[in-house]
């Protein structure tokens, strides 16, 4: 029998420390949301909808950097699309992409919320107001923005400046992803397997739609039991698999078969990035005008479109002297630089704006 004065801890084994964070209503009263940026989002979140529900004819084009982890740099591009997309709103719903949190397969910088200061020192706290304001400023700007969101806390803390969430590759087949998606406010994305597996999206998309019970967060910060109603606004995202891209024409007529089998709303976007462009992104155009050509010759069951796209192209290693990162120059995956981000865009548009006429 074990001594009592010898007792060895029974939690916490591995814990080396917990550090309380400010609620979500604390850090909402330090970055007050404003008419102008409440504005933005409800309206950018209606016509995504009327897009998924076909009831409007414009293309969601989801576009950004892949992560975020220079605020400066962050909101240039952010000005830049602003003005890009009021040049092609009549066709082209822009949005965004505001990622703050990575999934890594193994280790790897977690994005800005977990380690804003990009040295392993994990300041979530100032993560948070980070984001938060990042998005303001956005919001401010009339731009709609989306996200992936990872943690299932974070939402309480931004997910009131979101118009669009995407749920990743390899969160589509969690329980806790799919229950976090039931009950948030906005339309979702469900992104397909790693493998290329369809169906762990189209079972994200039915769970997500359905009431679910589970452990979060309120606004203050308490742990409770989160009800939610369901989540009507789900669709799916193709990013290619192991076995390589999954937009061809073949690909989303048996995409949409699945859905249909399913029913599920018969509307998909593409992701032109990851496996879909084969991890290259100086190949993501040839996914983009593919799927462009599709739209054209009548396929209207594309709604969206995402790119993975910077001020820069490419990509850079983050090392311990933050001082040689490369302004503009994504940390993560590989992005096309703003130039060509503006052609495609551009030329999009003006193919759209032609077969219209």
């Known amino acids: 029998m074990l001594d009592s004065s ?136 009339g731009l709609p923005a989306a996200t992936e969101l990872l943690e299932p806390i974070t939402p309480q803390y931004i997910a009131d400046l979101i118009a669009l969430t995407a749920i990743g590759a390899r969160t589509t087949e969690s329980p806790t992803h799919r229950q976090m998606a039931s009950g948030l406010s906005m339309p979702v994305g469900f992104k397909n397997g790693t493998d290329g597996s369809l169906q762990v999206a189209i079972d994200a998309m039915l769970a997500a739609r359905s009431q679910h019970s589970f452990l979060g967060i309120d606004s203050e910060g308490q742990t409770c039991i989160v009800n939610t109603n369901g989540n009507p606004w789900g669709f799916l995202i193709l990013r290619g698999g192991r076995s390589g891209p999954n937009y061809s024409p073949e690909s989303l007529a048996d995409s949409l078969t699945r859905l249909n089998n399913a029913k599920l709303p018969p509307r998909l976007m593409v992701d032109c990035s990851h496996a879909n462009s084969n991890k290259d992104y100086r190949l993501q155009h040839t996914c983009w005008d593919d799927c462009i050509a599709q739209r054209l010759a009548g396929n209207t069951n594309i709604v969206g479109l995402m790119l993975e796209s910077n001020l820069n192209p490419g990509n850079q290693s983050l090392t311990a002297d933050l001082k040689q990162l490369q302004y503009g120059v994504s940390i993560t995956d590989g992005c096309i630089g703003w130039e060509e981000t503006e052609q495609l865009i551009l030329s999009a548009h003006e193919k759209l704006s032609a077969a219209a006429e």
């Not at 975020?68 to 830049?80: C, N, Q």
């Not at 990622?99 to 993560?127: C, M, Q, S």
């Open 6 to 141: 010898t007792r060895q801890p029974l939690q916490d084994v591995h814990v080396r420390e917990t550090v309380p964070l400010v609620s979500p209503k604390y850090l909402k009263q330090e970055e007050t949301i404003s008419d102008l940026a409440v504005r933005t989002v409800i309206n950018s979140r209606e016509s995504i909808k009327r897009i998924l529900t076909g009831k409007e004819s414009r293309l969601i084009i989801v576009v950004g950097p892949c992560s975020i982890h220079d605020p400066v740099a962050a909101l240039e591009y952010a000005r830049k699309l602003k003005d890009l997309a009021a040049r092609v709103e009549d066709k082209l719903l822009v949005v965004m992409r505001v990622y703050f949190e990575k999934p890594r397969t193994t280790v790897g910088w977690k994005g800005l919320i977990n380690d804003p200061h990009l040295n392993d020192t994990f300041d979530i706290a100032t993560g948070l107001r980070i984001g938060r304001r990042i998005l303001l400023e956005i919001a401010n700007m």
